[in-house]
């Protein structure tokens, strides 16, 4: 999943920027969102991509908090199917499944022992 991120104010003071977030597709204006207040301490200041993706990293929580809160349209509830295969009856329902992101990153470690 892509997203979006607007940066709307940092406060050096405290060490922390106030952001917005959003998917790429979203169906709203990144300004409909809820702005937050971010501690930047612990992230990767090395560069842009390093810091975006630091930062991802940090607040992804916050964009499926998002995804969770929007309400179902009446058209999408999934129905219940049961254990058994059958496609013929899976036509034309609406059914529940799950995206498991196994997303690449890099991990920090001292050693690898194979």
Do not use: W
Request: aromatic content about 6%; charged content about 30%.
């Amino acid at each position: 999943m892509k997203v979006i991120i607007k940066i709307e104010d940092y406060l050096p003071n405290t060490q922390q920027i106030i952001m917005r977030i959003c998917g790429l597709h979203s169906h709203k204006r990144i300004d409909d969102y809820r702005n937050y207040a971010i501690d930047i301490f612990d992230l990767d200041m090395t560069d842009n991509e390093t810091f975006i993706d630091s930062l991802i990293i940090k607040v992804k929580h916050l964009l499926e908090q998002q995804d969770e809160s929007e309400p179902i349209l009446d058209e999408n509830i999934p129905v219940e199917i049961g254990a058994e295969l059958d496609i013929q009856n899976l036509i034309d329902k609406v059914i529940e499944g799950k995206i498991y992101s196994r997303g690449t990153r890099l991990l920090k470690m001292r050693k690898i022992v194979l």
